[in-house]
């Protein structure tokens, strides 16, 4: 299999990563995108799905960006004063800006297509390979894992790079110019140079319909009860660090909920809250099993081991003061949650370790091993199913919406006060259950960019204010415009989506700019 040496203008080349001295049949971690040839076993198979999974555990995904920039980018994180290199720009208290040349951007949107097109190879190829038995189960099994991640890579694609599916307010008007979705890819790792395409970025609507088609695949493909199947037995050790029909259930109720879909939204929650094969974790020991693997609130969370993990480059790392501990939580932060909040222990009250830092400070402990690096990082628990299904029930039947609020506000031990009468008092609350339940969990700025403004009219906001960690009121464009509708840029927005990268623009010229950019 030939390896392009040249620059060549293509959405999927500029991440590709492999060395001129290894094949594409070298399935190393991170590093390989896999050949059509390369595909020929249940054995090819497996190997290759495990390397989705360490694609997405890399620190250019939910190793640590995908975790960290949706709280930075808005108001649970901020960068601390005395840092390195890292991250420079990206908070919103931050005079600096980010650019199309961006790392963190870039190399982003390459996990993702490195995500996609490894999964378009095993959709592409695995369905012809011969299986009988339980071969067959588990060959099905995986065909489905691949198509959940792509849709989850579509989905993060979508949420990163484009507006929000609400801005386009697509059920009640025509979509306006900033409608640009994801440059849909569904071919395998071209075999030659004439093989190269060159993908337009779809509309958001449409890239949603094609990630809730991949989700329907993925069902139709895993086995019903959530079972994971290796070498010819079902294997529970792989429940929670596997796609499965359960977690990608939870992966479709949260799309439902982005896309405004609040019946189906409702629907999917309800069917994972439902399946009984989790439970909420309780105050007394929330802090502690939250970092435990596979605890029992956990749906699905990708695995890190000794021989894989992201070591410095975690998001522990850059929590933890005894590593980089760059990034503080603001006091507001901290101070939302009462007193008896079990979540308020995800946040201590000490120093900046380093010469000149902030002292005092509040350290964010949520990921914070940094001993031996393999604590798992969490995509979907069981408390997301309960508050998605309250937010999309908040538009019609707000006494149930609360009725779910209150299940998680008594496993967190938190102190609920005026119970809402209606949209206008039900919508900041669902807000703020929310960035108190996933703080630091890489939720915050979607949030804001697609949460309807709480009016009776359920009109979409432009804009949510907020007080930062300085304790100057800032203003952020909800739905992530980067221009007033004069035309004239804001100086008071920051950053809520990230711009497509030069390079890959430079290699395709066909892939539109986001506005500001």
């Known amino acids: 299999m030939k390896i392009f040496k040249v620059f060549i203008p293509l959405i999927i080349v500029l991440f590709f990563g492999v060395s001129c001295s290894k094949s594409f049949t070298n399935f190393t971690p991170s590093t390989s995108i896999i050949a ?9 198979v497996r190997v290759a799905v495990n390397g989705l999974y360490s694609l997405m555990t890399n620190d250019g995904y939910y190793g ?28 919103i208290q931050s005079s600096g800006s980010v650019t199309t040349s961006d790392s963190y951007a870039s190399g982003l949107w390459g996990q993702l297509y490195s995500v996609i097109i490894n999964a378009n190879t ?3 190829k695995a369905p012809s390979l011969p299986a009988s038995g339980t071969d067959s189960i588990e060959l099905r099994q995986l065909i489905g894992e691949a198509y959940a991640a792509r849709a989850l890579a579509y989905f993060d694609l979508v949420r990163f790079f484009s507006y929000s599916y609400t801005k386009m307010n697509y059920n009640t008007s025509t979509a306006n110019s900033t409608d640009l979705g994801a440059a849909i890819e569904t071919n395998s790792y071209p075999n030659d140079v004439n093989d190269i395409v060159y993908p337009v970025r ?25 079972d994971i199947w290796s070498k010819g037995q079902i294997d529970p050790t792989l429940f929670k660090i596997r796609l499965n029909a359960i977690s990608v259930t939870a992966l479709a109720a949260r ?42 609130e956990s749906i699905f969370e990708l695995a890190n081991t000794s021989f894989n993990n992201q070591g410095t480059n975690s998001i522990a790392y850059i929590f933890n003061q005894n590593g980089y501990g760059e990034m503080l939580a603001p006091d507001e932060v901290y101070k939302m949650y009462d007193n008896t909040d079990a979540r308020r222990d995800f946040i201590t009250l000490g120093k900046r370790n380093s010469y000149g830092g902030e002292n005092p400070c509040y350290v964010i402990n949520k990921y914070n091993n940094i001993s031996n690096y ?15 299904r309250a937010e ?15 299940t998680i506000a008594l496993a967190r031990n938190e102190i609920l006060g005026t119970v809402p009468t209606n949209k206008v008092t039900f919508f900041p609350l669902i807000m703020l259950e929310n960035r108190k339940e996933f703080a630091f969990e890489g939720h915050r700025i979607f949030d804001l960019n697609r949460v309807h403004d709480p009016s009776a009219t359920d009109n979409p906001a432009t804009t949510y204010n907020f007080v930062h960690y300085n304790s100057q009121t800032k203003t952020i464009n909800r739905f992530g415009s980067f221009l007033t509708s004069s035309g004239v840029e804001s100086t008071t927005i920051k950053l809520n989506i990230l711009p497509i990268p030069y390079s890959e623009r430079l290699r395709n010229p066909l892939l539109i700019q986001n506005y500001k950019w």
Request: hydrophobic share 40%; aromatic share 12%.
């Open 374 to 388: 393999e604590e798992n990082i969490k995509l979907f628990r069981l408390s997301e199913m309960y508050l998605i």
């Open 255 to 296: 799309v439902y909920l982005y896309e405004a879909k609040y019946a189906q939204a409702i629907q999917a929650a309800t069917a994972v809250i439902n399946s009984g094969r989790y439970s909420l974790l309780p105050a007394s020991s929330l802090v502690n099993d939250f970092h435990t693997k596979g605890n029992n």
């Open 64 to 91: 640590r960006v995908a975790i960290l920039l949706p709280d930075l980018m808005a108001d649970n994180v901020y960068r601390s004063r005395q840092s390195g290199a890292r991250f420079t720009g990206w908070s």
């Open 36 to 44: 059509d040839s390369a595909i020929t076993s249940l054995y090819n």
């Open 392 to 406: 999309a029930l908040g538009y019609s039947d707000i006494p149930s919406a609360y009725n779910d609020i209150k």
């Open 122 to 124: 095993i959709i592409n």
């Open 202 to 226: 779809s509309k958001i609507k449409d890239t949603y319909t094609f990630i809730e088609t991949d989700i329907a695949n993925a069902l139709n493909y895993l086995p019903v009860k959530g």
